[in-house]
């Protein structure tokens, strides 16, 4: 296969070289968005041909005129054809024969294979309709029982097979490259072109999403590598939880507008292109009513919807699956783009936009006992559009009321959820919340979300929340994980340095013996058992009697009797066990009663017992 093939790519060359070719009707089409390598298929099924004994000349374009257009494409085969040294039909043109009745009967005769590409010229004005001429060939040639050449068309319209004129063609979708083929052909064309050092590997995932795994978008993206770098082509993709765009060049735009999209979106109606600039404002896929809601004409709203959309669909820009929309990567930042060029216009879209998800809060009693994450998500959403629009006043609104709600439930629970999506929607709502929060309860959470989700740079993320946290709070889980965390991303060196710290941040009457507890283990992992032992005298001198002090004597006394300090060990404990109250000595009457026994002074542990 050649280096453009992807699966889907293999699986339509198979089908046509094997089946289609022998035994398949004799009109067949393969559709699908520009770009896709529709072309790349019909060139591997010339190369196919060539030694064998089918007559196949170059790619013909569908010519570009309404009238004549079924005339003007059987000259172009016929000179194409002349190249192939087959003559057939330019002599029999030559003596005034009818170019479409010479070509049936060429293809009657001969194994010949045409391929026309640039099909969607050959629609009246747009439509799902043929023009007549080209209607009757092609019927006249898929319904005879005598035709052994094949008719091959490629089209970047989808073919209505609801239409009667439809029938009996056999019709093939092509699909674009999958993400990991993508990424393959993406460091191809950077390789040949010695720019892969230019996209750096964590980021090519992202672009070919971006370029909607599209093989003539990524020729662009590199040929456009020759004069700007890649964050002025393509700027970082924001999270979801921000409320900002990316950036991307707008000259780099101009140019996958005329590679891919400029024939298709000739043959819109100015109100099926600004419908199609409207629908581009959402991040995400939406439902038919996101999409309604858009066109300002109330009382034909539905039909416009149906008519802007079949459309789109018919041109493969828009999706649909199981009643939700998505439009095409590539379609959707060109058409942003043009919405971009007229601020207030794109501002009166976002707020627009932004009532399908407001919609969710404007009852706010409809939510309080529900799970929040459900509509986290919605809140994001609703954040993003309104400050697009320039209305923080009404994103305050709704904010004040779900902010209040989220901190009393999930943020002062603290759950991890166990499902990726909730996870993941769940971080996105607590981005959003910090921008508007100063909370320690904010920044701990988010961390501990980041930390469980674990992707590359997560736990980075998470420290940085952490390092917020506890400086809103003296609180020593705070300490404690942030200690943790420094460990697993920077080493044991700044994890030790962050539990000295914490020991001056946290009040000894909150639980600050644990944090003496937890630097004592960092400090025998690097073999520094001495100091560990003199850490936990220092925090037994200092921590009151009934806030944890039993523990650090355990402690202390454990690594005192592992130095084989014994007699040391036994003294800090009976200088505990005076201290103490009764309700907090038996653990120290045990430890004392073991060393003193493995000391040999077992007239001493019987007494003490």
Sequence with gaps: MPRFFGTHHAETFQSLSEDWLEFGSPVCFIQGFPGVGKRKVAEKLIEHLENTDWIVPNIIDMPNSQTNSLNDLCLTISEELSLCDEETLSRAIERGHSPKKALE?????????????????????????????????????????????????????????????????????????????????????????????EVPDERRKDVVHFLGCNQRAMEVFVGSLRRDPLDYLIGKNPEIWQAKNREISKEFLYKLEKNLLEQTLSHFSLETITFLKYISVYRKPVQRKALEILISDRKNRKKLFESYRDKLIDTFILEHHSGIYRLHPVAKEISLKLLNEKLQELRQVHYKASEYYTRHFAKPDSFRHENPAKRGGKFVESRYHLVQAGKESDLKLIAYVFEKHLLQTIVSEQKIPQLRNELNEIIAVCLALRESLNSKYVEYYLAKLLKARGKSEDLKQALIHTRLATEFT????????????????????????IARNSLDSVSVDNKCFRLYLHYADLLIRINEQKQAILLLQEGIERIPVNKGLVQLYHRCAELLAKQNNLGEAISLLQKGIKILPENQKLLLYQDCVKLLAKDNKLPEAINLV
């Design 105 to 197: 009967r060429l293809l009657s005769k001969q194994k010949v294979s045409i391929i026309i590409d640039e099909f969607h010229r050959a629609f009246i004005d747009g439509s799902n309709q043929l023009i007549d001429s080209v209607h009757d060939f092609l019927q006249k040639i898929n319904r005879s029982s005598t035709i052994h050449g094949r008719v091959l068309i490629l089209t970047s319209k989808l073919i209505d097979e609801s239409e009667s004129w439809a029938n009996n063609y056999e019709i093939k979708t092509l699909d674009c490259l999958l993400v990991h083929e993508a990424e393959e052909l993406l460091e191809i064309i950077l390789s040949e072109r010695k720019r892969s050092e």
């Design 474 to 497: 003296a609180s020593y889980k705070y300490w404690i994980f942030r200690i943790d965390l420094e460990l697993q991303v920077n080493g044991i060196e700044a994890a030790i340095q």
